[in-house]
């Protein structure tokens, strides 16, 4: 609580922030479980690093409470409309074989929002390292 008091939080904005991480830690776990039990998810991962991106990003939320409002997209439409993209995959897969042309279009909107999620990383990342550009060249 301290640590978020010193970064300007108040408790009603603590509560506020720890309820949206622990939904969005619970479907970065959700996300995993469903690249961990399927093959072509995990190609998409692997192509896109978009998981790998979300667990970094989300971490960077975590140490850096405000960036929760720059990053409000990712918080509340990225991971939840992954979370439900993956669900209907699986019960797309699930079904027989004719579904097939549904399942291929479930795998590239999932890719799509993948290098959305990653691409959000990268430009968090360099808003980072302009930061502290700026404060190495004016500091």
Known sequence: ???YHEKGLSDQDITIFRGTMKE????IKTWETAVKQ???L???ENVTGGLKSAKKLFQLI???PKMAL???NFLYKQLPTMVDLTETYDNVKSVDKL????????QKVIRQLSEKIAKTYELELSDDIEKIKDEVENG
């Open 38 to 40: 399927d093959s072509e």
């Open 24 to 27: 969005a830690k619970a479907q």
């Open 42 to 44: 995990q190609i998409i």
């Open 1 to 3: 609580m301290d640590t």
């Open 99 to 106: 579904n097939q042309e549904l399942k291929i279009e479930s």
């Open 62 to 64: 975590v140490k850096h």
């Open 70 to 72: 720059t990053n409000h």
